[in-house]
C-alpha cells in the first residue's frame, strides 16, 4: 500500500517507506529519523511498540498498523505544514524556496561531510611539511609583529636584549625555511628572481609567494628590531616612528613586486604552450596581469610619496610650551603622569610632553583631553607594526 507512489513530494515518499525500513532494520531507523523534522515522529512511534526479538510475521503486522497511524499522523503535520507554508508563500515566496534550497545544500553537507573529513586528512597527510611551514611563518609573523609594538610603545623601558632576540628568532626561521627547501632556492624570490621549481603546478607557485612573501616582511621586521636597538640619545621617539614608517611604507611596495617573475613565468608557461595559441593566449594574460601590477604600483606610490615627505619635514604637533604655561598645568603631563619633557601646547591649549603625545598621534586625530581635532591624518605604522596582508598575486 505505501509505496504507491502518491503525487506529493519526495519527502513523504521516503516516509511512507520508512515503517518497513525501520522494521527492517531497528538501529537504522533512528539515524534517518534525525535527518528531518518530519522524519522524527516516525521512530518515536514506532519506538513505542515492542522492540527486537520479535518474528517476522509480527513485524510486518506492526509494520502496516503503524504506516496506518504514520499516515494518520503524517496528515495532520501535513496539513498544519501546507497552512504554515501558504502564508508564507503569500508573504514571500522567494524566501521559501531559498529557504528549502538551503536546507537541500545542509543535507548534502551533512551526508557527504564524512567523505569531506576523510579527504581533508588525506591532503593534510599529503601536505603536512608545506602545512606545518604555512601555519610556523604565520605565528612567528603573530609573535614578532606583536613583539616589536610593545617594544616601540615601552619606548625607553624596552629591553635591548628582547629586541636581539626577535631578530635573531626572524633570521633563524627564515633560513630554517630556506634549508628546508634548498633545492627550489627560494631565496631567488628576495631578489625578484624565479626559484628552481616546476612551474606547471599551481598550487606549487602560490605556496612559494606566500612563503616568501613571509620572508620578506621578516627582512622589513629585522629592520625594525635594528631601528630599536639604535640607542635612545642617537636616535629620538619621532625620528624612530618615522623609520618605522618609511620601512613598512618601502617593504610593502616591495612584497607588491616581488611575486611578479613568478607569476608572470606561470602565466606564459601554458601546458598548451606548443600551439601558438596557448603561447598568445598565455603571454595575454600575463601582460594584463603586469598591467595590473602596475597599476597597483601607481597608487602605492603615490602612498609612498607621501611617507618620504612626511619624513623629511619632520613635522611636529602643536608649538613648544612656555614656563608659565606649564605652570598653569600643573607641571603635570597628563598622558605619563610625570614632570613635563620638551611639553609642547596644542591648539586647544592643552600641554603634552613631545614624545606622549607623538605616541598619541600614532592613533588618534584628536587632543586625549578635549577631544579637539588636531591633525587631519594618522600616520600608520609609526607604532612598528607590519601589515598581515597576505600578497599571493
Ligand atoms: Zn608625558
Ligand atoms: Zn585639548
Given at each position: 500500500m505505501q509505496p504507491k507512489p502518491s503525487p506529493q513530494e519526495g519527502n513523504e515518499l521516503s516516509l511512507n517507506l520508512q515503517p518497513e525500513l525501520l522494521d527492517g532494520m531497528p538501529g537504522a531507523g533512528t539515524s534517518n529519523g534525525l535527518e528531518t523534522g518530519e522524519d522524527v515522529r516516525v521512530p518515536m512511534t514506532s519506538s513505542s511498540g515492542p522492540t527486537g526479538g520479535r518474528g517476522a510475521t509480527s513485524r510486518r503486522v506492526r509494520a502496516a498498523s503503524h504506516s496506518h497511524s504514520h499516515s494518520h499522523v503524517h496528515g495532520h503535520t501535513r496539513g498544519n505544514q501546507e497552512s504554515d507554508s501558504g502564508e508564507t508563500d503569500l508573504e514571500s515566496g522567494e524566501s521559501s524556496s531559498s529557504l528549502s534550497e538551503l536546507r537541500y545544500i545542509l543535507r548534502w553537507v551533512k551526508k557527504s561531510l564524512p567523505f569531506i573529513i576523510i579527504l581533508c586528512a588525506k591532503l593534510v597527510i599529503q601536505h603536512a611539511l608545506g602545512l606545518a611551514v604555512a601555519v610556523g611563518l604565520f605565528t612567528t609573523f603573530m609573535y614578532v609583529n606583536k613583539s616589536i609594538q610593545t617594544q616601540v610603545f615601552l619606548?625607553?623601558?624596552?629591553?635591548k636584549l628582547h629586541c636581539a632576540w626577535l631578530m635573531l628568532f626572524l633570521m633563524s626561521s627564515s633560513l630554517l625555511v630556506f634549508y628546508t627547501f634548498y633545492t627550489q632556492s627560494l631565496y631567488r624570490c628576495l631578489i625578484i628572481a624565479n626559484p628552481t621549481?616546476?612551474?606547471?603546478?599551481f598550487w606549487e607557485v602560490l605556496w612559494s609567494v606566500g612563503v616568501s612573501n613571509f620572508i620578506v616582511k621578516f627582512v622589513f621586521m629585522g629592520l625594525k628590531c635594528l631601528i630599536l636597538l639604535v640607542p635612545s640619545p642617537l636616535m629620538a621617539y619621532r625620528r624612530r616612528g618615522q623609520w618605522y614608517m618609511l620601512i613598512e611604507e618601502v617593504g610593502q611596495v616591495y612584497q607588491v613586486i616581488a611575486p611578479v617573475p613568478l607569476w608572470f613565468r606561470y602565466l606564459v608557461s601554458?601546458?598548451?604552450?606548443?600551439?601558438s595559441v596557448g603561447l598568445t593566449l598565455g603571454i595575454l594574460l600575463a601582460l594584463i596581469y603586469l598591467i595590473m601590477k602596475l597599476l597597483g604600483l601607481y597608487g602605492q606610490w603615490g602612498s609612498l610619496q607621501k611617507t618620504f615627505r612626511s619624513f623629511f619635514s619632520y613635522e611636529l604637533n602643536g608649538a613648544p610650551a612656555s614656563l608659565a604655561q606649564c605652570r598653569d598645568a600643573?607641571?603635570?603631563?597628563?598622558?605619563?603622569?610625570?614632570d613635563f619633557k620638551q611639553p609642547r601646547v596644542l591648539v586647544c591649549q592643552h600641554i603634552f610632553c613631545e614624545e606622549c603625545i607623538a605616541q598619541w598621534f600614532n592613533q588618534e586625530k584628536?587632543?586625549?583631553?578635549?577631544?579637539?581635532?588636531?591633525?587631519?591624518?594618522v600616520h600608520k605604522w609609526k607604532d612598528g607594526a607590519t601589515s598581515a596582508y597576505l600578497q599571493i598575486y
Open positions: 619606548h625607553d623601558r624596552r629591553t621549481i616546476d612551474f606547471q603546478n601554458y601546458d598548451e604552450m606548443d600551439t600643573g607641571d603635570i603631563c597628563p598622558i605619563c603622569q610625570a584628536t587632543c586625549p583631553l578635549c577631544r579637539t581635532v588636531i591633525t587631519d591624518k
